[in-house]
């Protein structure tokens, strides 16, 4: 079979591989769509700490059971199943408190385990075991369950910030969690919903398809917030988008009693940001991280996808095919497409 190995940051390979053999408690699948993110740009420029080399890349992953370990029930060769990409060990301290998204023994697909740019795939037994292998429902694509996992990314955030009925939300990054965040956050119930960006194209392709109550563009974010919103400010920020700046925006655009999410972590060189205490003290703001998410997010991020909730088939702009997936990783660090698929 053929696979995409990350050998060293710049070297990603298309190599021919032998189809893997499940243990036990394992499950083979033939992999039918691996979406790409983010991630994968900075794993392919700079690597990973997690990842040893050589590893096959891919962490959003769906498709159907092609065999399975001894000891494996419920599940049979043919199942259409989505992956979780996190994997909580659901033994420590924080998983037993129910904190799965920051068990400090965490693995991951296509970090530890091989992942998805593959033809075929074995999820070890390690996810079975936290009830993170799926069944995608009836009449959904495998692309779109492919999209669960950064959707249970993004809910994970936004019940952190508390999303919810008449909040102005405003999200700052367009890309394909910022699109996410806008769908969810509708979902949500919240009032008016506004997506900002810096890249006039991004935001113009992003703001076409999921319809925001506003495309904000350009350095003077805060006061075309404040504007918006009658010089309140947002009940809930979001910043989807990898810049120290951002947030520091965030904390001035926010209401009183406000809800700013970090969701997009900082370079490791530079994540030292200005925080304006007095702001957070005297309008009694809330500061939240979010960090992946667990088995469940995944589940009923699934449910949101099939339920036509969270719809997402529009945002899938490009389906390649493995032997292409460098192009893809290019696409999606050149920002010119929103969700692409690989599949192989």
């Given at each position: 079979?053929?696979?995409?190995?990350?050998?060293?940051?710049?070297?990603?390979?298309?190599?021919?591989?032998?189809?893997?053999?499940?243990?036990p408690g394992d499950v083979k699948i033939r992999v039918r769509n691996c979406s790409t993110?983010?991630?994968?740009?900075?794993?392919?420029?700079?690597?990973?700490?997690?990842?040893?080399?050589?590893?096959?890349?891919?962490?959003?992953?769906?498709?159907?059971?092609?065999?399975?370990?001894?000891?494996?029930?419920?599940?049979?060769?043919?199942?259409?199943?989505?992956?979780?990409?996190?994997?909580?060990?659901?033994?420590?301290?924080?998983?037993?408190?129910?904190?799965?998204?920051?068990?400090?023994?965490?693995?991951?697909?296509?970090?530890?385990?091989?992942?998805?740019?593959?033809?075929?795939?074995?999820?070890?037994?390690?996810?079975?075991?936290?009830?993170?292998?799926?069944?995608?429902?009836?009449?959904?694509?495998?692309?779109?369950?492919?999209?669960?996992?950064?959707?249970?990314?993004?809910?994970?955030?936004?019940?952190?910030?508390?999303?919810?009925?008449?909040?102005?939300?405003?999200?700052?990054?367009?890309?394909?969690?910022?699109?996410?965040?806008?769908?969810?956050?509708?979902?949500?119930?919240?009032?008016?919903?506004?997506?900002?960006?810096?890249?006039?194209?991004?935001?113009?392709?992003?703001?076409?398809?999921?319809?925001?109550?506003?495309?904000?563009?350009?350095?003077?974010?805060?006061?075309?917030?404040?504007?918006?919103?009658?010089?309140?400010?947002?009940?809930?920020?979001?910043?989807?988008?990898?810049?120290?700046?951002?947030?520091?925006?965030?904390?001035?655009?926010a209401a009183r009693q406000g809800r700013i999410s970090f969701f997009g972590g900082l370079?490791?060189?530079?994540?030292?940001?200005?925080?304006?205490?007095?702001?957070?003290?005297?309008?009694?703001?809330?500061?939240?991280?979010?960090?992946?998410?667990?088995?469940?997010?995944?589940?009923?991020?699934?449910?949101?996808?099939?339920?036509?909730?969270?719809?997402?088939?529009?945002?899938?702009?490009?389906?390649?095919?493995?032997?292409?997936?460098?192009?893809?990783?290019?696409?999606?660090?050149?920002?010119?497409?929103?969700?692409?698929?690989?599949?192989?």
């Amino acid at each position: 079979m053929k696979v995409a190995r990350f050998h060293s940051p710049g070297d990603i390979r298309i190599e021919e591989a032998a189809e893997p053999v499940p243990g036990p408690g394992d499950v083979k699948i033939r992999v039918r769509n691996c979406s790409t993110c983010g991630t994968d740009v900075k794993i392919s420029k700079h690597g990973h700490h997690h990842i040893r080399p050589p590893r096959v890349m891919g962490h959003e992953i769906a498709g159907e059971i092609a065999e399975v370990g001894d000891g494996v029930t419920g599940w049979r060769q043919g199942d259409r199943v989505q992956v979780i990409a996190a994997i909580p060990c659901g033994r420590c301290e924080e998983c037993r408190r129910g904190r799965m998204t920051v068990c400090p023994n965490q693995e991951s697909m296509g970090y530890h385990y091989d992942g998805g740019f593959a033809e075929y795939t074995v999820v070890p037994a390690k996810v079975l075991a936290v009830d993170g292998l799926n069944r995608i429902p009836d009449g959904l694509g495998f692309a779109e369950a492919s999209v669960a996992e950064p959707l249970a990314c993004v809910l994970n955030g936004q019940e952190l910030a508390r999303v919810g009925e008449g909040d102005d939300v405003v999200i700052i990054g367009a890309g394909p969690i910022g699109c996410l965040h806008v769908r969810l956050a509708r979902s949500r119930g919240a009032a008016r919903v506004f997506l900002a960006d810096l890249n006039t194209d991004r935001l113009a392709m992003s703001a076409e398809r999921v319809g925001p109550d506003a495309a904000i563009h350009g350095s003077d974010l805060v006061d075309q917030v404040l504007k918006l919103t009658d010089g309140r400010g947002a009940d809930v920020v979001i910043t989807a988008a990898a810049s120290g700046a951002a947030q520091e925006q965030a904390l001035q655009m926010a209401a009183r009693q406000g809800r700013i999410s970090f969701f997009g972590g900082l370079p490791k060189d530079n994540p030292v940001i200005a925080c304006d205490s007095n702001l957070v003290h005297y309008r009694e703001l809330t500061i939240v991280g979010a960090n992946g998410s667990s088995p469940q997010h995944n589940k009923r991020a699934l449910e949101l996808i099939a339920s036509g909730a969270v719809p997402v088939a529009d945002l899938i702009t490009d389906r390649l095919p493995l032997s292409q997936v460098l192009e893809g990783i290019d696409i999606v660090g050149r920002g010119t497409a929103i969700k692409v698929t690989i599949e192989p």
